[in-house]
């Protein structure tokens, strides 16, 4: 195991990242034992600078976060732990993540390029959940998996014949409705865009 | 503009993401100045605890970071600036970032889900520049634009089977398969994934 530089109050940086959408969910700390304890349990433990203490991550919110793997810098002195966070929600204030503003002040309201397909599924797992009136993708998914299926062929040919055409918003536009059908595709046949992923990256040499 | 919390040395850490991919490039350190040079002049600009000095990103070694967004956690004494890469490689040790080891010291080889289309993108990228022998890539890509497009359009179609068939390893594999292709007929036509993401995001509500 590395040996980690805590700092002279005894603390190291922690970045919380999400394994699947990539966000970075918080940023807090942690002392040895948090680090130990996290390691033991598979569980994120962090150390409060303000209350002194050990803090597991959700205890009482249910917020857990599964730690999947701990990360650590070129000079050892920050870390990742690469999280699966519970209930998709890692903030105090309720948000999904602790960086919901940009310096102005704004609330970021669209997600980045690396979250765009988790996200897409995401808001098509919540509109098949809450069906609301006038969603394209409740009246696709209701008339059948078929018909789903259809359309991502459809929308493949087009994709197909914009290539073959090197337009490039054309492209852009054929592919992106072409990965939105096959995720509403994936969402009916309950499987996860990261699995896809995951699929992917065990084929990288 | 939101009021920072620099802690009690003036500094407030600072997490660079990457656009693109969503990997943490690093973790450094910013005083008041740093993080005004940075909004000014769109480049990152951290502070260095042990020079104890005003520092451009990458203005020696060439690995600049533009910055696109500064975020701020619900605390505001943390910060994330998202960042596109010069170089790709922000490590001072040569490495595309600076965690990669995980906490047994052992090198990370393998993207997380997230960064899997991206680092697709750039393998293939590297397989057309470089060349080597015996690569699939390579071959196909010889055999031109319409071979590969062929191969996306049967890819696609087994997809398509797959998901009908409603078994999950064969959606998987053959979602893959296809977005293997779709990523090497992208990069055959100059259009890097992300701005396909963009495209998806801009539709999203």
Redesign the interface.
């Given at each position: 195991?590395?040996k980690l530089n805590f700092n002279e109050e005894g603390l190291i940086?922690v970045?919380a990242?999400?394994?699947?959408?990539?966000?970075?969910r918080?940023?807090a700390w942690a002392n040895e034992e948090a680090?130990r304890k996290t390691?033991e349990t598979g569980y994120a433990h962090y150390y409060s600078r303000s209350r002194k203490e050990l803090w597991k991550k959700g205890e009482s919110s249910g917020e857990l976060q599964r730690v999947l793997?701990?990360?650590?810098?070129?000079?050892e002195d920050?870390?990742?732990y690469?999280v699966e966070q519970e209930k998709n929600r890692a903030?105090?204030?309720g948000?999904r993540n602790?960086?919901?503003?940009?310096?102005?002040?704004e609330r970021?309201e669209?997600?980045?390029?690396?979250?765009?397909?988790?996200?897409?599924q995401e808001?098509i797992q919540r509109r098949l959940e809450e069906k609301p009136e006038g969603s394209y993708t409740v009246k696709l998914a209701s008339e059948g998996?078929?018909k789903v299926?259809q359309k991502?062929?459809e929308e493949?040919?087009e994709?197909?014949i914009a290539?073959?055409n090197?337009e490039?918003g054309e492209?852009?536009?054929e592919?992106?409705d072409m990965?939105?059908m096959?995720s509403l595709?994936?969402t009916l046949?309950d499987?996860d865009?990261?699995?896809?992923?995951?699929?992917?990256?065990k084929?990288?040499k």
């Amino acid at each position: 195991m590395l040996k980690l530089n805590f700092n002279e109050e005894g603390l190291i940086p922690v970045i919380a990242q999400d394994y699947r959408t990539g966000e970075v969910r918080m940023l807090a700390w942690a002392n040895e034992e948090a680090v130990r304890k996290t390691l033991e349990t598979g569980y994120a433990h962090y150390y409060s600078r303000s209350r002194k203490e050990l803090w597991k991550k959700g205890e009482s919110s249910g917020e857990l976060q599964r730690v999947l793997e701990i990360r650590v810098d070129c000079d050892e002195d920050a870390l990742i732990y690469i999280v699966e966070q519970e209930k998709n929600r890692a903030c105090h204030t309720g948000e999904r993540n602790c960086f919901f503003r940009n310096i102005q002040g704004e609330r970021i309201e669209k997600p980045l390029p690396f979250e765009a397909l988790p996200r897409l599924q995401e808001i098509i797992q919540r509109r098949l959940e809450e069906k609301p009136e006038g969603s394209y993708t409740v009246k696709l998914a209701s008339e059948g998996l078929d018909k789903v299926i259809q359309k991502f062929g459809e929308e493949a040919v087009e994709t197909l014949i914009a290539l073959k055409n090197r337009e490039k918003g054309e492209i852009l536009y054929e592919t992106a409705d072409m990965l939105y059908m096959l995720s509403l595709a994936l969402t009916l046949n309950d499987i996860d865009v990261k699995e896809v992923m995951e699929e992917l990256i065990k084929r990288m040499k």
